[in-house]
């Protein structure tokens, strides 16, 4: 059988996937066919309102083009749209499977506020491991970090019906833990922010390696008004 992102029903094809492998090599592939990495709003936005014939493909996992930060204070930064992931390239400089940044990147990215949000090392670990938990018959999330961090990796869109979903999917009511790289690197460095199936708790992990040759990007039409042609529709072979 194979299988799309983008429905036959949809008049445009803003969604592609990219195959399997090492996210610096996903990455300039994605790019240079005029893509840009989906981020983790654009994942739970497909999973929930995607038409019913691609709502299963989106059920695996997923690298983001959001990304997530690390100093060397164990605190993180979350990007959304990060635009340092999108120059990866295997040539980039790595640490530990992490993008190598210099102080001054690291220190552009925190001030930029619209897209990043920093978590002190104390609400790292105070958000570590934690995520959305059934109270009072409704999901809400452990902490107030949790909170602001999932609010942030999903720009503020309601979590509720999604996060009712991954709960009766994967039979479970602690769900959509956060986990962050804690090895506090001599370096700041940044990885890709992955988001798991539904099926498996819909987790979001910040401890990924670049390097993985189990990665996989979606990319969305940076031209999003293309209009569908059936000639210039790329199949993909069916996700395992």
Known sequence: MVLELSAQTEKVVPYQYFGEGRVIDLM???TKAGYVPAGIAVIVDRRENAPQEVRKNFNTYFWTGDSAGTDEKGGAL???NSLLLRQLTPESPLVNGALKLEKKQWQELRADKEHSLYL???EVEAAHGKGYVLKGGKFVPANKTVA???DHMNRGNNLQNYAQMVSETSKSKDIMHLYFDRSKPNVPTLRSLVLDRIDYDSFAYGDDFLLNGDGRL?????????VREKSAIRKISELK
């Open 28 to 30: 300039p592939t994605l």
């Open 78 to 80: 979350l990007t959304v």
């Open 120 to 122: 002190t090392p104390a």
């Open 148 to 150: 602001k961090a999932w």
């Open 218 to 226: 979606v990319g969305v039409a940076a031209e999003p008004q293309v």
